[in-house]
């Protein structure tokens, strides 16, 4: 899985749907119907929905 915001393609597999990218700090769910969705890490340990606009 490719990190749809910078491109690392070392990111972290959390379960079947679950990506952590460690260099934007954000967690990627990726869904059967082929959604993306991003997620900020945030300080607290909490996370908060990223609205996705990637042109590539
Ligand atoms: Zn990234």
Redesign the pocket.
Known sequence: MK?P??G?EHTGKLSKSRYF?S??F?EIFYSKKHELQIFKILEDGTTSAVPIAINN
């Open positions: 990190c915001i910078c690392n990218c260099n934007c954000i």
